[in-house]
């Protein structure tokens, strides 16, 4: 299995600071389609999870702008470029390159 | 508008069985591939089971390989996880998603909560 490990764990911002959400495969997460199936997800407090970027860069529909991912092969980023407070929660990396999909143990990110 | 609604939980014992539900509308069920994805008290994500939108193939994680069946009835637009011989770890809330294009998650439940214990 693809082993997703994320840093820091826990991720105290202050509003309208930057944050940064680091996210590392045990393999390439390219897949023999050429393409790489990553994607980072939010949960709020108490929510379902919810889809931010997928394959790497790409934002979902109705994600604000301020969340950006970047990375390639195996090391990956997750920026948001000024937190606001509605941005509270876990973040998740998770790879659908192969079977089983397999998450990141999660990231805080909370409020100074 | 999109939706999926979980049903089934409850408090179960150990070595007995369960049927989740996942209702789906606002989209045309046959055409996508589903997802149980679960998530323990104070805990991360776990992927847990997938199907094709035919039914025509299964994955499960190894954690659960054996025990839990996925199954879907595209006529009611419903997926389904039996559950038997649960476990104590088996307890968290349990979420369907829909796979989207790309092979994300886009729509997700709210979830049904598990509890195995005795």
Known sequence: ?112 | QVQLVESGGGVVQPGTSLRLSCAASGFTFRSHGMHWVRQAPGKGLEWVAVIWYDGSNKYYADSVQGRFTISRDNAKNTLSLQMNSLRAEDTAMYYCARWGDSKILDTWGQGTMVTVSS
């Open chain 1, 1 to 112: 299995d693809i082993v997703m490990t994320q840093t820091p764990l826990s991720s105290p911002v202050t509003l309208g600071q930057p944050a940064s959400i680091s996210c590392r495969s045990s393999q390439s997460l390219v897949h023999s389609d050429g393409n790489t199936y990553l994607s980072w997800l939010q949960q709020r407090p108490g929510q379902p999870p919810r889809l931010l970027i997928y394959k790497i860069s790409n934002r979902f529909s109705g994600v604000p702008d301020r969340f950006s991912g970047s990375g390639a092969g195996t090391d990956f980023t997750l920026k948001i470029s000024r937190v606001e407070a509605e941005d509270v929660g876990v973040y998740y990396c998770t790879q659908a390159t192969q079977f089983p999909w397999t998450f990141g143990q999660g990231t805080k990110v909370e409020i100074k």
